[in-house]
């Protein structure tokens, strides 16, 4: 049987349970919450909206329409100074 080989290759069990016992140490989280649930937000809490995502909402939208906005009339000016015509200068 598989027991018996290992018993026979020299394997032992109590050496291998002792050198378990500082990896299994080192696993354990660094602190244990005697619940999750107390840790997580109140409603309340979790509700509130930050300033900085308004900000990032906001400058996120609006610093790449400007962009393209600005893009597009500086290609429009250019392919009219191309052409020619009244609106080239």
Same mark, same amino acid.
């Given at each position: 049987s598989v027991a018996q080989k290992v018993v026979e290759s020299g394997f032992d069990f109590k050496k291998a349970a002792i050198a378990a016992i500082p990896a299994a140490a080192i696993s354990t989280p660094a602190f244990a919450m005697d619940s999750i649930v107390e840790a997580l937000p109140t409603q309340t809490l979790s509700l509130e909206v930050q300033f900085g995502a308004y900000l990032a909402v906001l400058l996120g939208t609006f610093l790449p329409v400007l962009f393209l906005i600005n893009l597009y009339i500086q290609t429009e000016s250019r392919k009219a100074g191309?052409? +020619? +015509?009244?609106d080239s200068e």
């Amino acid at each position: 049987s598989v027991a018996q080989k290992v018993v026979e290759s020299g394997f032992d069990f109590k050496k291998a349970a002792i050198a378990a016992i500082p990896a299994a140490a080192i696993s354990t989280p660094a602190f244990a919450m005697d619940s999750i649930v107390e840790a997580l937000p109140t409603q309340t809490l979790s509700l509130e909206v930050q300033f900085g995502a308004y900000l990032a909402v906001l400058l996120g939208t609006f610093l790449p329409v400007l962009f393209l906005i600005n893009l597009y009339i500086q290609t429009e000016s250019r392919k009219a100074g191309k052409a +020619g +015509g009244q609106d080239s200068e």
